[in-house]
């Protein structure tokens, strides 16, 4: 056989390859039609509908810039560039308002719009896709019950392949596992309702497993941890670093409430989970808790509790930095654990100071944790504008061989610019 | 231990551990009644005053970390030993019921003008979030920010 006739067999088999791809990727497009069938809406349907979507945290990525729930337009970074979230509200136009059910369906399980065009996975199809047809009917009749907003989204911004949106169709082939989940009969019904929930439409590990270099999640290392706007989601499998295991019932707390007396405050990202898991039903806050609880001893046997620590004595720091914690820290994170108004917890107890980067403790200094306007919960003010960075990072430093017996950071400098960067 | 501050201009040495909190030198050390004590864990503003033109609360900014960062209070914004623009319209609208929070909501207020010298009702209620006052006067204290930013 000649070079040509390789060459050539080559080429063909390219083009049949590219063009059955091709033809396997392509999704019809779905009729429009002329307005969702919110006329006749069943309240049940519709509650349940709304408990999902808080479940689901819909509006954190579809929130408008102007605060329209749903409205979309939200910048979602990605190592592969921006991706601007949907407007899924029913406007006819910029919205879903002319979709089926059908059609959100397939986007909820395929990760395909209306119109057939792949979706990228920054939508976590991935997940939804295990949500049943019950609860997707109800998200679709709660979504296209609320006021239609007209935002047209702002194409994305992505490099070179990937702005080509059939290749999401070979991501597709790969990550892709379209299946409802099977209950696990050894396991209670409690314990199978959370892990729907977990693994299906509150998509937990979006944010708590680590990714590929395709930005997929790495299926074996479910859970170990990953990493979201700068902030580091900590593990929540066998690798939990909590210096007091997480129980159920702890984790029922934290959840519904945004705090727990062993744990301290949700902050980052997690505190619009907490928020949004307030409108959930307690036997479903229940159920993720169980569900989660359970991975943390799944795969070896319960830790033990780390004793608390009264502080470690620390050398090598500058002397303004114990002066600076006893001032600025001290007065609410005290040693003795009391926990007065602003519910502050001995940093013996936080999990952030005993991750492996200082990711988030150095967030934390910078911004503080907000207070909440809707309930009582956790309040630290914010660092950023009292001390300087060259305070920051030794006071970061300082906290961790203080309450830790961990190694030191050495991404402290790294991570408090990165953080000034994105306007703490 | 002796600390060195620059407050409302001058330079003083106070002799005070480097952890205390600025705002009990500022009152007990240094006579300036401005700033109030309300929680001591910077959630109320009762405290606030400007660090390099900045609204900190002084309750959770220990004396060891200022350095040569400058210290205002609300008597540092005298002018001529009388009420400048903002404190006059805190005074014209009657903004005060109790009072305690008001030199907190005048420190953070400046602050705000100073970089926002014509801010919306928005940018004025974002902004003052920190600063509590319990007996509600924020009408009357939204409408003195807003004398004053004219």
Same mark, same amino acid.
């Given at each position: 056989?000649?070079? %040509? ?21 392509? %999704? ?12 006749? #809406? ?7 509908? &709304? @408990? ?40 006819? #136009? ?11 369906? %397939? ?60 290749? #999401? ?41 680590? %990714? ?92 033990? &509790? ?8 620390? &050398? ?12 600025? /820290? ?13 519910? $502050? ?25 907000? &207070? ?12 950023? =504008? ?39 | ?37 309300? /929680?001591?864990? =910077? ?9 390099? =033109? ?43 019921? /109790? ?22 009702? @928005? ?9 509590? /006052?319990?007996?509600?006067?924020? $009408? ?11």
């Amino acid at each position: 056989m000649s070079l %040509r006739h390789i060459i050539s067999g080559a080429v063909g088999l390219f083009v049949v390859v590219v063009i059955g791809g091709l033809f396997w990727a392509w %999704r019809p497009t779905i009729p429009l039609i002329s307005a969702p069938l919110n006329a006749a #809406v069943d309240e049940r349907v519709f509650r349940r509908g &709304a @408990e999902l979507a808080a479940i689901g945290n819909c509006n954190n990525c579809h929130v408008a810039n102007s605060g329209a729930p749903y409205a979309g337009g939200t910048s979602i970074p990605t190592p592969f560039g921006k991706i601007f979230s949907s407007n899924i509200t029913p406007d006819a #136009v910029t919205g879903i308002g002319a979709w089926s059910e059908a059609a959100f369906r %397939r986007a909820m399980r395929d990760g395909v719009d209306r119109e057939g065009r792949e979706l990228y996975p920054a939508f976590p199809y991935d997940h939804f896709t295990k949500a049943t047809d019950d609860d997707i009917y109800a998200l679709y009749v709660y979504l296209t019950a609320q006021p239609a907003v007209h935002n047209p989204i702002p194409p994305n911004d992505l490099a070179f392949p990937f702005n080509f949106r059939p290749i #999401v169709a070979g991501w597709k082939l790969l990550f892709l596992r379209e299946a409802r989940l099977e209950p696990d009969n050894s396991k209670s019904a409690e314990w199978n309702r959370g892990r729907y929930l977990v693994e299906g439409l509150g998509h937990c590990g979006a944010c708590h497993t680590p %990714r590929n270099i395709l930005g997929a999640e790495k299926k074996d290392s479910a859970y170990s941890g990953g990493a979201v706007g700068g902030w580091h989601a900590p593990p929540l499998n066998a690798y939990t670093v909590a210096a007091e295991p997480w129980t159920a019932d702890q984790l029922t707390e934290y959840l519904s409430t945004g705090w727990h007396r062993l744990h301290g405050a949700a902050a980052g990202p997690m505190t619009d989970v907490t928020r949004n898991l307030r409108q959930a039903s307690a036997e479903d806050v229940r159920a993720i808790a169980t569900y989660i609880a359970s991975l943390a001893s799944a795969s070896g046997k319960p830790r033990e &509790a780390v004793p608390p620590k009264q502080g470690n004595p620390v &050398a090598n720091v500058p002397s303004e930095v114990a002066d600076i914690y006893a001032g600025a /820290c001290a007065n609410c994170h005290n040693d003795r654990n009391d926990v007065g108004p602003s519910k $502050a917890l001995s940093l013996s107890l936080s999990s952030a100071i005993r991750q492996t980067g200082s990711a988030n403790t150095v967030r934390v200094i910078l911004a503080g944790i907000p &207070a909440l306007a809707e309930a009582p919960a956790a309040y630290m003010p914010a660092f950023g =504008g009292i001390l300087t960075d060259q305070q920051i990072e030794s006071l970061t430093a300082y906290v961790r061989a203080r309450y830790t017996d961990e190694p030191p950071w050495t991404d402290i400098h790294r991570e408090v610019s990165k953080a000034r960067q994105n306007g703490s | 231990m002796t600390i060195a501050l620059n407050v409302n201009g001058a330079s003083h040495e106070v002799n005070a551990d480097p952890s205390t909190p600025l705002l009990y030198v500022l009152r007990n050390e240094l006579a300036l009644h401005g700033p109030k004590f309300g /929680c001591g864990l =910077g959630q109320c503003g009762a405290c606030t005053v400007h660090m390099d =033109g900045r609204a900190t609360f002084s309750c959770v900014l220990p004396i060891a970390a200022i350095g040569s960062r400058k210290i205002t209070t609300l008597e540092g914004l005298l002018e001529d030993g009388k009420p400048n623009k903002l404190q006059q319209a805190f005074i014209d609208e009657q903004a005060a019921q /109790c009072g305690y929070c008001i030199s907190g909501m005048v420190m953070r207020a400046q602050a705000l003008l100073r970089v926002t010298p014509h801010p919306t009702d @928005e940018e004025i209620k974002n902004y003052m979030r920190p600063n509590l /006052c319990r007996c509600g006067t924020h $009408a009357a204290i939204m409408r003195a920010i807003k004398r004053a930013a004219v």
